[in-house]
């Protein structure tokens, strides 16, 4: 766990340093492009007609949601986000889940 949270640190030290003008709403607006580039790479994937092909694409969607996650790690470094953060996770918190599907019950349509 703690070489996980020191791998957090990393990536906001990084982040920092490579782009020390970002702001919450540039993260917010980068976050934004990277879910559209995971969008148009899943597009890719269902295009992709052979089985070379498609490992190639779902290779690509992986590395997309990577990027997904890394910027929104680094949307954490901005306390307006990290605030609203804790303020959905709270809600999260008293929300009752279904275990299989991850979604919480209230928007589960029984899959």
Not at 36 to 52: G, I, M
Request: aromatic letters at 6%; hydrophobic letters at 30%.
């Amino acid at each position: 766990m703690l070489s996980k949270i020191l791998k957090i640190i990393d990536i906001w030290k990084w982040h920092k340093n490579t782009f020390p003008q970002a702001t919450s709403k540039s993260q917010l607006i980068k976050l934004q492009s990277e879910i559209n580039e995971v969008v148009d790479a899943k597009k890719e994937l269902r295009n992709a007609n052979n089985y070379q092909m498609r490992n190639i694409k779902r290779k690509h969607v992986r590395e997309e949601l990577i990027d997904v996650i890394i910027t929104s790690i680094n949307c954490l470094r901005y306390q307006d986000i990290y605030e609203d953060v804790c303020i959905k996770m709270s809600s999260n918190k008293q929300r009752d889940w279904n275990t299989k599907t991850m979604h919480h019950k209230e928007n589960d349509n029984g899959k």
